[in-house]
């Protein structure tokens, strides 16, 4: 708004002053609605976000709780771990299995002949034809660039190659070049072809399909072998996922003739883990929900939702979706109390380890399934809030509104501000017109008086 600059000599007073206080007295109950409106909308949409930050914590900490796997976790125990180690999915069920480790998995090497002049040595010109598996590639040299290490380079940098490694190896009788394979076992063989150019690259061929033309040393490719309870196994890698159904044996070492143990077990502890996680991260929404919905009765102090409708509603669904039984399952528990946990006096969820250690040990697989079921814990916790947190849902649409109110309230303040500024411009003007005629009859009233006074004395 404009200062006013105003002696007021006819009243006697300051216009400017005048005008100001009769503005501020007319807007102050205009500015004091917009205030608390703003105020109880950001409170609100502050409260929102954090209940929809909370809520979407929670949602994205149980997606993976929905299969009994995440729960149902097994050790896998090896009793010489210099030979294997082990790791264990709910498949596999308690117990224990005699392995063998016969062999071990190798990669192929194919080794050239000794070139005289080593690194520098020219080989040949055409092209070398690489196949490993189910993959190939082409490998051009050019005149000129036909060396031993030009042809270890290009190997190395060929478009599609991603089973083969090129090296040179020197010796005293001059250098090797390698050909390895990177990848274990037999399906992983590397076969080299050449065709075109000044015949030079024939000095590096491997192909079993044409023994006679080979002239790279071959130190075979060996696939890993195990023996899982007196039965044979073999594969490509010493990763062996295919012996027993979600048993994995990560060979070490070969030992053939000896057997040792992998122990399958339940692992308690790491179900406990995850178990108390999920409960520190539901009470972390828990916590916020209550916090919402407080009310201090010694200082009057009232959470930012107290008595909403939605907040109400959405704090109640959540207890009742850890409350009530699970009916899908297929265990002998159906409850989170039956297993040991509970909620104390401020909605919060406290754990018993001695209870839930002793209904883990007498039906493993049947708490996973408490919450992984259809009707599950975890499944009814994010079905529900994952339905709650959509775009189109009322935690979303009333943030909109909220946001649309402050959006009005701010062009409701411009077109207050606009009309106090009218406000005052009239004030002005009047009181400016008032202060003018005071004037002109403070002046009538000296004339007057002098003339007066003048008549008196003649």
Same mark, same amino acid.
């Given at each position: 708004m404009a200062t006013i600059q105003s002696s007021g000599l006819g009243l006697g007073t300051d216009i400017s002053s005048l005008v100001s206080q009769l503005v501020a007295a007319e807007r102050k109950p205009l500015d004091a609605r917009i205030t608390r409106e703003q105020t109880s909308a950001n409170t609100q949409i502050s409260a929102l976000g954090s209940l929809k930050s909370s809520m979407s914590y929670l949602r994205d900490a149980v997606a993976g709780l929905r299969t009994t796997s995440a729960f149902a976790l097994r050790t896998a125990t090896s009793s010489n771990k210099d030979v294997f180690t082990a790791t264990a999915t709910q498949e596999v069920p308690a117990g224990s299995y005699d392995v063998e480790v016969v062999a071990l998995a190798t990669a192929q090497k194919l080794t050239s002949q000794a070139f005289v002049g080593g690194r520098t040595a020219v080989v040949g010109t055409g092209t070398? @034809?690489? #196949?490993?598996?189910?993959?190939?590639? &082409?490998?051009? $040299?050019?005149?000129?660039?036909? @060396?031993?290490?030009? $042809?270890?380079?290009? $190997?190395?940098?060929?478009?599609?190659?991603?089973?083969?490694?090129?090296?040179?190896?020197?010796? #005293?009788?001059?250098?090797?070049?390698? !050909? @390895?394979?990177?990848?274990?076992?037999?399906?992983?063989?590397? /076969?080299?072809?050449?065709?075109?150019?000044?015949?030079?690259?024939?000095?590096?061929?491997?192909?079993?399909?044409?023994?006679?033309?080979?002239?790279?040393?071959?130190?075979?490719?060996?696939?890993?072998?195990? /023996?899982?309870?007196?039965? &044979?196994?073999?594969?490509?890698?010493?990763?062996?996922?295919?012996?027993?159904?979600?048993?994995?044996?990560?060979?070490?070492?070969?030992?053939?003739?000896?057997?040792y143990t992998v122990t399958i077990a339940d692992d308690v502890d790491g179900t406990i883990t995850k178990i108390k996680k999920f409960v520190t991260d539901f009470n972390s929404l828990a916590k916020v929900l209550g916090s919402l919905q407080s009310y201090n009765a010694t200082t009057g102090k009232a959470g930012a939702m107290l008595g909403d409708a939605?907040?109400?509603?959405?704090?109640?669904?959540?207890?009742?979706?850890?409350?009530?039984?699970?009916?899908?399952? @297929?265990?002998?528990?159906?409850? !989170?109390?039956?297993?040991?946990?509970?909620?104390?006096?401020?909605?919060?969820?406290?754990?018993?380890?001695?209870?839930?250690?002793?209904? !883990?040990?007498?039906?493993? &697989?049947?708490?996973?399934?408490?919450?992984?079921?259809?009707?599950? $814990?975890?499944?009814?916790?994010?079905?529900? !809030?994952?339905?709650?947190?959509?775009?189109?849902?009322?935690?979303?649409?009333?943030?909109?509104?909220l946001n649309d109110t402050l959006k009005r309230l701010e062009k409701e303040q411009e077109r207050i501000d606009s009309r106090m500024e009218s406000v005052e411009a009239r004030y002005l003007k009047q009181f400016t017109a008032l202060d003018t005629l005071l004037v002109q009859m403070q002046s009538t009233s000296s004339f007057l008086t002098q003339q007066l006074g003048a008549s008196s004395k003649g």
């Open positions: 070398l @034809t690489v #196949s490993y598996g189910d993959t190939s590639f &082409d490998v051009d $040299i050019a005149a000129g660039h036909g @060396t031993l290490a030009e $042809i270890r380079d290009a $190997i190395n940098t060929a478009k599609g190659n991603s089973g083969v490694t090129a090296s040179i190896i020197n010796e #005293s009788g001059g250098s090797r070049l390698v !050909l @390895t394979a990177r990848n274990t076992g037999i399906e992983n063989a590397v /076969r080299i072809t050449q065709s075109g150019g000044d015949g030079g690259l024939a000095a590096l061929v491997f192909d079993p399909a044409d023994p006679g033309a080979n002239t790279l040393t071959e130190t075979a490719a060996k696939d890993s072998h195990v /023996r899982v309870n007196g039965h &044979d196994y073999k594969g490509p890698t010493n990763s062996v996922t295919g012996a027993v159904d979600g048993l994995t044996l990560n060979l070490v070492k070969a030992e053939a003739g000896t057997e939605y907040v109400r509603g959405l704090h109640s669904d959540v207890r009742r979706m850890i409350s009530d039984p699970v009916t899908e399952g @297929t265990g002998s528990y159906t409850t !989170l109390a039956s297993i040991g946990i509970t909620t104390d006096s401020t909605g919060q969820l406290v754990v018993d380890d001695a209870k839930l250690k002793v209904a !883990l040990g007498a039906d493993f &697989d049947g708490i996973a399934s408490m919450f992984a079921a259809s009707d599950g $814990i975890a499944t009814r916790i994010h079905t529900k !809030l994952d339905a709650a947190l959509k775009s189109d849902a009322q935690l979303a649409t009333r943030t909109d509104t």
